[in-house]
């Protein structure tokens, strides 16, 4: 079974960057577009950015000229550039990867505290 594998996650202070990445164990067909959500505590889950196989991004108000999404099609990963830092950020972040379905990763705790 497929699997996402995320890392980058950690503390860092406000103002600090930090670089998620998340990989499938395997080679996925049919990628349709790759992205990042985030669901912070008594929160519904959120979309932060995707990325189309053709280099199309998309991002949430709130991540705008903060965060970067990039990624490896050749490869399935895909990756958040996250930048200027907020405590407003801190949440689980996780991958996810659309073909006929969607997959997801298992979430990478993102805690932003002086």
């Known amino acids: 079974q497929v699997q996402l594998v995320e890392s980058g996650g950690g503390l860092v202070q406000p103002g600090g960057s930090l670089r998620l990445s998340c990989a499938a164990s395997?080679?996925?067909?049919?990628?349709?577009?790759m992205g990042w959500y985030r669901q912070a505590p008594g929160k519904q889950r959120e979309l932060v950015a995707t990325?189309?196989?053709?280099?199309?991004?998309n991002y949430a108000d709130s991540v705008k000229a903060r965060f970067t999404i990039s990624s490896d099609n050749a490869r399935n990963m895909v990756s958040l550039q996250m930048t200027l830092l907020k405590p407003e950020d801190t949440a689980v972040y996780y991958c996810?990867?659309?073909?006929?379905?969607?997959?997801w990763g298992q979430g990478t705790q993102v805690t932003v505290s002086s």
């Open positions: 395997e080679k996925l067909l049919g990628v349709n577009y």
């Open positions: 990325i189309t196989t053709g280099g199309i991004t």
């Open positions: 996810n990867i659309v073909t006929w379905r969607s997959y």
